[in-house]
């Protein structure tokens, strides 16, 4: 009896002793992998969104490889040239989709449409390029709604002289890129011009959409900006996927 007893105390020990071994080994392994580090590149001062990345905007930081993840940037000339898309915090590792080309060119699976004028109820005349709208569906004999459920990108405005409509002084895409509510607010008060040709970054399928609803003249749209389609835009958090 007491030969059994003890076995089973052995074989307990036994067991309870590999788990001690293991886990100190989990443990040694995971010290090992948070030493292992990788450099990546990080803002050497605050960058607001808007900015156009240079060299001297940039450094480097070491962090664990544990923490490392595939969007982070590892070379400076990745980055360099391109704008900030949200601002990018001091130290904090660069990540690809937080920069971007062009921004105003539409993305891989869009193309600029300029919208025909008989296809225009009304615009707002303080859309500027840079702004997402919102489009709307009236006429005739035709329900009133939204056109599409997502916001779009206005590409340019322009006057019947083909002159882009802004506050020279003040443009409003960097007041808008910079988080300016006030200045954003000024440049539309105090630029001037009818607008007379909209460019909007749309899908194929969302122009087949709106040409077929407009072309037979007995639909037309409203294009009308919102700051919600700036706050949809930005709770999002991630960006369009670029050209």
Do not use: H
């Not at 930081?61 to 070379?75: C, D, G, Q, R, T």
């Not at 300016?180 to 040709?197: L, P, Q, T, V, W």
């Not at 072309?215 to 294009?223: A, E, L, P, Q």
């Amino acid at each position: 009896m007491n030969r059994k007893r003890n076995a089973l105390i052995s074989a307990a020990a036994a067991v309870l002793s590999g788990l001690l071994v293991y886990g100190v080994y989990m443990l040694q392994l995971r010290e090992v992998q948070f030493q292992e580090t990788v450099t990546v590149i990080v803002p050497n001062r605050f960058i607001s969104a808007g900015e156009r990345i240079t060299a001297d905007m940039l450094g480097s930081k070491k962090i664990a490889k544990a923490s490392y993840v595939p969007e982070m940037v590892l070379e400076a000339e990745e980055v360099k040239g391109l704008e900030s898309v949200v601002p990018l915090g001091l130290n904090e590792p660069l990540l690809k989709w937080k920069v971007d080309k062009f921004r105003l060119l539409p993305s891989r699976s869009q193309s600029t449409f300029q919208i025909p004028r008989e296809y225009v109820l009304s615009v707002s005349n303080g859309i500027r390029a840079g702004d997402k709208v919102m489009l709307y569906l009236s006429g005739e004999g035709v329900e009133s709604a939204r056109l599409f459920e997502q916001p779009v990108t206005v590409a340019s405005v322009k006057t019947s002289a083909n002159i882009e409509i802004d506050d020279t002084e003040n443009p409003n895409l960097m007041s808008m890129a910079s988080g300016d509510k006030e200045k954003m607010y000024a440049s539309r008060r105090d630029a001037n011009g009818m607008i007379d040709y909209i460019n909007l970054n749309l899908t194929e399928a969302q122009w087949l959409e709106l040409d077929s609803l407009c072309k037979t003249g007995k639909s037309r749209i409203v294009i009308a900006y919102s700051p919600q389609s700036l706050d949809i835009e930005q709770a999002a958090g991630r960006p369009e996927e670029g050209p």
